[in-house]
């Protein structure tokens, strides 16, 4: 059952006025979109802004019929293969290296570390790299879709695979069957629920990633469309695909849930149990790190490449010496360029997460706010997080007060979601408690409802504190920051400069993969009394 009833508690309906009570339910959640169409009509009849900057909801429903009767169609085809291909790759990459990971030890021991710290490396970061070697063509895209793919889904396949429960391996051992037969017949049933977890968030990442790239380097697609017509002023156009890309991304997504649903039938997880990783010390983990490095230098400095396009590791040391250089270390070129990035992103992570987790209690603790507000944001979650960047711009401009409310936007979404969603599922018993108690409001929230959904809001708040860096780095990409580390690549990217452009995506992962810790051992360090 929901734990609305914390805020509002439930009294029995009295007959006359049970048939409006469920009336106004399902009224409620149009409330919202029904009053933003109102305010809409209202800025455009009242002149409050300029046509160009809010077009009339007649224009926009014009374009749309225009474009779908021309070109929308192609644009939204060439997205969705480049989606697909990459997609597909990445998942199956996943999939097999996860399933080897998760049956052999000494493969784990060998690969798994190599490719968790590969998986701190932002898809934004490797853009720059990636458009020295690739250019700006489809190889790109489909490059960083199917990164974008690969982690999620071998991290989950990993997971459920070791997570198969010991009784099922003895009675597959009791049956004779095969290696082949235990694979087919025994690992991936029992971990298709955390596989399936892994492909819809590899969707989520690989769309999100699709339209930013899109967004920065293209000559056709959705992405690329939004571009054209903001250069163009023609927010209708904006407007329309970004109508696109939310509806696709609610297709995909109720796709998968139709496709999970149909596919694992049974309670989840299937007669699992947590196993923790037992690598222990050992020389196997840092092998193949070591040789990617010996396979770097010997590349660099026999000849086997040209180091103006793959930089030696002395080079790239060289670059980050002198990207700090100087005596005070936040007047050098890197210094300043991560301070104001670190800046941008501690600002909208403090009004998106505080924002997040109000309107998720709120909508979470109360009936009424809940049918209003949630349905549709959680539409507007599925509007690819840059998809916003055009619209955001035109209104906004390109200050400083955009950079930090894009990576508000960012920070909202997962805070928010994660935050009701862990309201929504207390426990009962937890709510009759309290009811039984009478504890008053800021109680409930104190003793009940904070404590009850720590996990929860922790889940949404690292998912935050990623999200948050990645658009901090995509602003400075997008809306022409002259200073931060995402524009010092972007600028070296144009100047050729690869020694600059490495030496960026080594600090833009480092500081990634730090705020991940942190993330971490704050949820750690505040949920002790779990252990207790």
């Not at 196997?284 to 490095?293: D, K, R």
């Not at 360029?337 to 992103?345: D, E, G, I, T, V």
């Not at 990623?466 to 400075?476: C, D, K, N, S």
Request: aromatic fraction near 8%; proline fraction near 5%; charge should be positive.
């Amino acid at each position: 059952m929901s734990s609305y009833p914390l805020l509002n508690p439930a009294t029995p309906a009295l007959p006359g006025t049970a048939r409006l009570a469920t009336l106004l339910a399902r009224l409620s959640p149009w409330l919202l979109p029904a009053a933003l169409l109102a305010l809409w009509f209202a800025a455009v009849h009242g002149q409050w802004m300029s046509p160009q900057i809010l077009p009339a909801p007649a224009l926009v429903a014009r374009t749309a019929a225009e474009l779908a009767a021309t070109d929308l169609g192609g644009h939204i085809a060439a997205s969705l293969s480049r989606l697909a291909l990459g997609l597909v790759i990445g998942s199956l990459l996943g999939l097999a290296l996860g399933a080897l990971t998760g049956l052999s030890r000494r493969a784990e021991s060998l690969l798994y570390p190599t490719l968790i710290v590969w998986a701190q490396v932002p898809n934004l970061a490797l853009i720059p790299v990636l458009m020295v070697y690739l250019g700006i063509g489809d190889a790109l895209k489909i490059t960083l879709i199917f990164n974008a793919a690969l982690v999620p889904v071998l991290v989950h396949t990993q997971a459920g695979i070791r997570d198969v429960s010991p009784q099922l391996r003895e009675a597959a051992r009791a049956l004779r069957l095969s290696p082949l037969q235990r694979l087919l017949r025994l690992e991936l049933p029992a971990a298709l629920p955390a596989i399936m977890t892994g492909v819809r968030l590899a969707l989520s990442s690989s769309w999100k990633t699709l339209v930013v790239v899109e967004l920065l380097a293209s000559s056709e697609g959705i992405g690329y469309l939004m571009v054209w017509g903001r250069q163009m002023f023609q927010l209708d156009i904006v407007f329309v695909c970004m109508a696109v890309i939310g509806v696709l991304g609610l297709v995909m997504e109720w796709a998968l849930q139709h496709l999970d649903d149909r596919l694992v039938r049974w309670p989840r997880p299937a007669l699992a149990r947590h196993h923790t990783s037992a690598l222990g010390w050992s020389l196997w983990p840092w092998l193949l790190p070591a040789l990617l490095a010996a396979l770097w230098l010997a590349a660099t400095g026999l000849g086997w490449v040209d180091t103006r396009d793959v930089p030696a590791p002395a080079a790239v040391w060289a670059a980050l010496q002198q990207g700090f250089s100087g005596g005070d270390l936040l007047a050098s070129d890197f210094g300043r360029a991560m301070a104001h990035s670190l800046s941008r992103y501690a600002q909208g992570l403090l009004w998106g997460v505080a924002a997040g987790l109000a309107t998720g209690l709120a909508c979470g603790l109360s009936l009424s706010t809940g049918r209003v507000l949630a349905p549709t944001l959680n539409v507007l979650r599925q509007i690819a997080v840059f998809a916003w960047l055009p619209l955001l711009t035109a209104w906004a401009g390109n200050g400083e007060a955009s950079r930090v409310l894009f990576v508000a936007i960012a920070t909202f979404f997962p805070t928010f979601f994660a935050t009701h969603r862990g309201v929504q599922n207390l426990p009962q018993p937890l709510v009759e408690t309290a009811r039984v108690l009478r504890l008053g409001f800021v109680q409930r929230l104190r003793f009940l409802v904070l404590p009850g959904t720590a996990s929860s809001i922790f889940a949404g708040l690292r998912l935050a504190l990623v999200y948050g860096w990645l658009a901090t780095i995509g602003a400075e990409y997008f809306m022409a920051s002259s200073i931060g580390i995402g524009s010092l690549m972007i600028n070296a990217q144009q100047l050729m400069n690869v020694d600059t452009i490495f030496a960026g995506l080594l600090l833009v992962s480092l500081t990634g993969a730090l705020l991940n810790a942190a993330g971490r051992w704050l949820e750690n360090r505040l949920q002790r009394w779990r252990n207790t």
